[in-house]
């Protein structure tokens, strides 16, 4: 060693700057995280790529060596091409920078949004010799972007449909007759174009329903019209599209293909048109199945949506309503055509009166009406006001003399007036209308009479029939009720209030789980429903108990009705049958008794009608007899006693014992093989269930006969 040489370097600040990067790194790292953020670099001439942590854990994959092909691999298929001409750009392109939206497929097989920004760095020649950027994971964001690019594209889609419904609707709010046809073309053309259907149109039923016929058709570019080939199709073969038009069902038809067997008409008849899709819709006119209106998809198949059912629906009920307004005008026109003829015919009696001067003109049918000769003109309305019953005076004085109050410049009263001729009580009925000139001013007031005595008699029956009725149920055994289509009672009569001890007060408009217990409740619900539903009456029992713990019985009938203004009703009646079950169930206790005591009779029992029908034997009757049970029970009592039935007539028999004495008689009976054997019959008079019964209990006396027979024969040996 010729020397050493020692040099000492202080690092201090080197170690400060290594932490400072450490830390810097570390909280570059943790915001990456946080921003689910990764930068990354990629050499184009030796193709190295670089990643940052995040990037992995962005992807769901592990460290590894990073690849431009790992990155090209985790494109989402559908995106692939949009990545690789993005790519392609940044290194062909001028530009300094670049950035790019597309998805990722993570190993997971989890879809995740990445957003790429990257600086392109050029040498002097301007070749690009790497590209710095960073990778985000903006799914989130993504997600909101296109939930609300997808609500916006619904809410300019909703704004669009509720515009062409308004314009629709304006178009046939006061169509006319004449152009009711041109308004429906417009409108199928405009729906079927909104729906990007290919075809839309309008069926009509004929008034019996026996065919129907295509009256409107819209067609998209290159679609063959059907309405010439659709008229007068013969409904019979296509129950299955009415079925369900009448019920008000829309048919959405997504694939021919997948009609039921039951519409096999209708998938023939689809398929001869070239038809993919179909969706229809009813049309009623006043609750009345007129027709339907659909869409077809000709050139492929259309899955329908609930935009599209609306907007038919919602187009079948604008045509509906204007095909029945315009009927309704035509109809109208058509009443008061009919009006004035029938005014001729009813013989009403037309008026006019002046405000002015107070003159009122009648015509003759008026003055016969009010029983009087006089016609013309009278001096004021006070003169005509004489002639209306002195009660109801004040109320014509004042309803003519306030004409300027008249609702709608119309007034209709009823009065009475005591016709001279007869001195008869007749009732009146006038309406009034006031004339305009056209300056406003009330020129006349014209109206009309009719005498409405019938009427009026007429109410006063049906006051008297609903008072009769009321009287009827109040005074009825039966318990009553009605109850609407909610289940809600809305009348019961004084037998339900007094038998259940409750006011009518607290039954009126609540239904019967507010009243019954729950399982009760239920039942009376399932029954209303079942009438509501069918349209038939059902018939019940029930067993309740009542506040002491008494079981009662209950047998009723419900049935459904209408009244004028069409709500539907469910009426019921019931009666007590507690009595009557008490009685049946005493009643067959006793007759199991009597069976028993029956079967354990030491003779043989045989229980026959007045016909002679065996209806009833015991054991010891089998036994006797040879023959079973059930051959007993086919035979007459003749065939097992042909010697004592014949010999008493079994009414004489019965008028005899049915006293309650019995009678005894010695007989002979048959068995089954022929046999004979004497037999003792004690006969007895029964009724079982309301029907008369002999009963004859037979006793085997074969070894006491002969004991007798040997006692006879030894008492002639002594005597001899």
Known sequence: VISLIEFTLEITERKHMEEKLRQTTASLMEAQRIAKIGNWQWCIDSGQVTWSDEIFKIFGLEVQVPSYALARSLVHPDDLLFWEQSVQNALLGRESSFRMDYRAVRPDGMEIWIHNEALIVRDSSGRVEQIIGTAQDVTTRKTIELQLVSQEKKLRRFTALQELVARISTLFANVTAARIKAAIDQTLCDIGRFIDADRSYLFQYSDDFDSVSNTHEWCAGGIQPELPNLQNLSTAPLQWTMEHLRKGQNIAIESIADLPLEAQAEKALLEAQGIRSALLVPVYCEDKLFGFVGFDAVNESKKWISEDTLLLRTVSEIIGNAITRIRNEQELRKSEDWLKMAMNAAELGPWEADPASGKLKISPRMAEIFGTDRTGTMSSISEWCALVEKEDQLLVRNTLNSFETWKEGKCCIEFRIRCSSDNSIRWIRSEGMICKEDDGRVSRIVGIVADITERKSAQNALQDSEERFRLFMDKSQLVAWIKDEAGRYVYINRCLEERFQMKNANWL????????????????????????????????????????????????????????????????????????????????????????????????????????????????????????????????????????????????????????????????????????????????????????????????????????????????????
């Open 509 to 720: 408009g609540k239904t019967g789980y507010h009243l019954w217990p729950s399982k009760i409740a239920d039942k009376f619900a399932q029954e209303d429903q079942w009438v509501l539903t069918s349209g038939q009456s059902v018939h019940f029992t029930l067993e309740s108990t009542d506040s002491e713990g008494h079981r009662n019985c209950w047998i009723g009938t419900k049935f459904l009705f209408s009244d004028s203004s069409r709500n539907r009703f469910v009426a019921g009646l019931a009666v007590d049958i507690t009595d009557q079950k008490n009685t049946e169930e005493m009643l067959k206790e006793s007759e199991e008794r009597f069976r028993t005591i029956v079967k354990n009779m030491p003779g043989a029992v045989f229980a026959y009608d007045m016909d002679g029908k065996i209806l009833m034997v015991n054991e010891t009757a089998v036994n006797h007899t040879g023959y079973v049970q059930h051959e007993l029970l086919e035979m007459s009592a003749a065939a097992i006693d042909p010697f004592s039935v014949r010999n008493y007539d079994r009414k004489h028999l019965w008028d005899k014992i049915k006293t309650g004495a019995s009678k005894t008689i010695e007989s002979t009976y048959i068995r089954k093989n022929g046999s004979r054997y004497p037999v003792e019959v004690h006969l007895n008079a029964l009724e079982l269930g309301n029907q008369p019964v002999i009963l004859a209990i037979a006793f085997d006396i074969s070894q006491r006969k002969h004991a007798e027979d040997s006692l006879r024969r030894l008492s002639e040996t002594l005597k001899d």
